[in-house]
Every structure is written in structure tokens, then in C-alpha cells.
């Protein structure tokens, strides 16, 4: 079955840097877009950056020029490089896969980020 398993989390002071890394099995990875959400206390999850097949990319525009979202398909991973971090980037970040049909995507279990002041 489709997994999804995110790591590299943690706590980090304001412009700090932090790669987060998703880990996926039981599709094939190299041809589905894959993307990064962030739910952040009592807002709604929000998608951070996507990057589809052909490794086009778009983000969000609170994180243009700090984040960069990449893959590597020979290791069925994506990766989310996130520099000069703030205080609002504070969430809890997961790896979606999407597909054509929403019923057929599948969300990783998250990993929270912190950024202090």
C-alpha cells in the first residue's frame, strides 16, 4: 500500500535551516506529483510547495526564495530544503501525494517543525 513517511523535523532558532524528507513506497514515485503542506495551530493546512513528474515546481508565496522543494526518484524521496526560517514557518509539515483523482491521494503522517524567536 502507499506510504509515506516524513522526517528531519525539529526545533530551529529563526533563520536557521532545516531538510525535511519524505519517503515513499507502494507507487510509482518518478511519475506522481508530489507535494508539501503545513498545518500551523488553529489555521488551515496550506500547501508549502509542489513539485510534479518533470520536476516543475511551484510554492507558496510566504516561502519563494527560502524554500526549495527537489526529488530524487532513484531513491523515491522528496525533499523540502528550508532556509532563513522564521517564527511562522512554525507547523507541522506533511508530504502529500497528489493524483488526478483526489480519492487516490495519500497524506504521510507529518513532522513538526518549530522556529523559535
Known amino acids: 500500500q502507499v506510504q509515506l513517511v516524513e522526517s528531519g523535523g525539529g526545533l530551529v532558532q529563526a533563520g536557521g535551516s532545516l531538510r525535511l524528507s519524505c519517503q515513499a513506497s507502494g507507487f510509482t514515485f518518478s511519475v506522481n506529483t508530489m507535494a508539501w503542506y503545513r498545518q500551523a495551530p488553529g489555521k488551515q493546512r496550506e500547501l508549502v510547495a509542489r513539485i510534479n513528474g518533470a520536476a516543475s515546481t511551484n510554492y507558496a508565496d510566504s516561502v519563494k526564495g527560502r524554500f526549495t522543494i527537489s526529488r530524487d526518484n532513484a531513491k523515491n524521496t522528496v525533499y523540502l530544503q528550508m532556509n532563513s526560517l522564521k517564527p511562522e514557518d512554525t507547523a507541522v509539515y506533511y508530504c502529500?501525494?497528489?493524483?488526478?483523482?483526489?480519492?487516490?491521494?495519500?497524506w504521510g503522517q507529518g513532522t513538526q517543525v518549530t522556529v523559535s524567536s
Open positions: 502529500k501525494r497528489e493524483t488526478l483523482r483526489i480519492e487516490y491521494d495519500s
